[in-house]
């Protein structure tokens, strides 16, 4: 049986099950930025913050929850749950929409 805590004497995260949905979506994030970074700016070329700040924000989440991190306060649980990385890719994808008209 293992112990409910690392040999580093840190008290285990609450949880622990990875999240598929999310973790696959931050990779696809990951390699997406990675070999197009100007996929995340406005069609000139020129950057946006708030969709950088978005498409990251559901990168990072994804990775939290992905990897089975969950906050034992409901407050951090909502801002690292799946959803918050689902919105944050929909709300994302609607701002890249916007910018290519």
């Not at 696809?28 to 978005?54: F, H, K, N, S």
């Not at 407050?75 to 990385?85: E, K, R």
């Amino acid at each position: 049986m293992p112990p409910s805590a690392p040999e580093s004497g840190l008290p285990a995260a609450a949880g622990g099950v990875w999240a598929w949905g999310p973790l696959a979506l931050a990779l696809l994030i990951t390699v997406v930025v990675t070999l197009d970074p100007l996929i995340l700016g406005y069609a000139g070329g020129q950057p946006d913050p708030v969709l950088e700040t978005l498409a990251m924000c559901a990168m990072c989440v994804g990775y939290v929850r992905g990897l089975g991190y969950i906050p034992r306060q409901r407050g951090w649980q909502w801002v690292f749950s799946s959803a918050a990385c689902y919105l944050s890719l929909a709300l994302a994808l609607l701002r890249m929409a916007a910018n290519r008209n």
